[in-house]
């Protein structure tokens, strides 16, 4: 049975729509101030995006970032959280922060987890101590981590499992720890509790689920256990069922996707926020993110290139030194990226800016009512060749009234 609304510590001014896809342009005014959207959110799984200080994430105007439940419950701990007042002062960080409730992890620890109507039971990865994380505990540590948007606790299972029932039977779960997570929320008037929709590749459970989180009026809406493997095909197909039956007047999130052409493509399907910790490991690889596909900077072809990581790119690596950049050139990440940490954190920094950058541009074009030209633009300078388009982007983007085929 669905709950009586609960306060909401947002708001959501929707500004925009495409005239031809379900793409939108939006405000999320947040405890720690507005958040353009469409956005992607940096992933900083223990209170720190790898190989950036908080001055840096700053300046590649991220203003919502994303911590992780699980493991800041695990270190610094809750007592040490409570201690020193949250997150934002754990890591000094002055903007918003969205917390992982702490779900994924029965997927990507799943040798170490066991997962019961009480909750989920894991070993901890660090000394193999048991923790129990239930619906109440996981709402609890997001309160003393104090974190703009919190997220149920959602049982998570792999896209891919052959099992339905077991499929089915996390949906229901995660409606019924929905309702557990609501009634445990402590504050409600400065943070933001999200839920999630499950259900796997099943339309019909997605719809069902889709029914039953809405009738619960959390602030925002959650499309989770996506990003796991499933065809691309599908993972459309399961995006734009959702977003059709969400609430127009609330933020849409998709969790766990990064992928330039993935952000792309999903908001023209209608959803507006964003994660994954891609861009930041990729970096770590000496991959940089470019218009025009991935450069492994590691490559000797690099090694006399004194370009840009990106022509025309305006992150604080990029950017020449007379305009307040770094002026750093492939050649030098090269030189670099194997043996120096530096690399991985100059990388980082273009990435990062790379992909709020990607979705700035898309809001601008939301907002002029030319977006489906900037998704061929994009697609266009990314795949030279129209033969080599992704069938399933070209199949999704159909759908929403845009064929990348055209001349």
Known sequence: MASKSMPSALTFDLEARCSTTKARAATLHLPHGPVPLPIFMPVATQAS????????????????????????GLKPGQANLDAIGGAHKLQSWPHNILTDSGGFQMVSLLKLAQVTEDGVRFLSPHDGTPMLLTPEHSISLQNSIGSDIIMQLDDVIATTSPDHARIT??????????????????????????????????LDLRRECCAEMVARDTPGIAIGGLSGGEEKTSYCRVVSTCTDLLPEKKPRYVMGVGYPEDLVVSIALGADMFDCVWPTRTARFGNAVTSKGVLNLRHSTYASDFGPVEEGCGCTCCRPKEEGGLGITRAFVYHVAAKETVGAHLLTMHNVHYQLDLVRRAREAILENRFPAFIKDFFGKLYDDKEKLPGWAVEALQGVGVDLMES
């Open 169 to 202: 039977e996390a949906m229901h779960r995660s409606v019924r720890w929905l309702d557990r997570c609501i009634a445990a929320h402590r504050n409600p008037s400065m943070q933001n509790l999200f839920c999630i929709i499950q259900g796997g590749l099943d």
């Open 49 to 72: 995006l790898k190989g950036l200080t908080p001055e840096q994430l700053e300046e590649t105007n991220c203003r919502l970032c994303l911590n992780n439940t699980y493991h800041l």
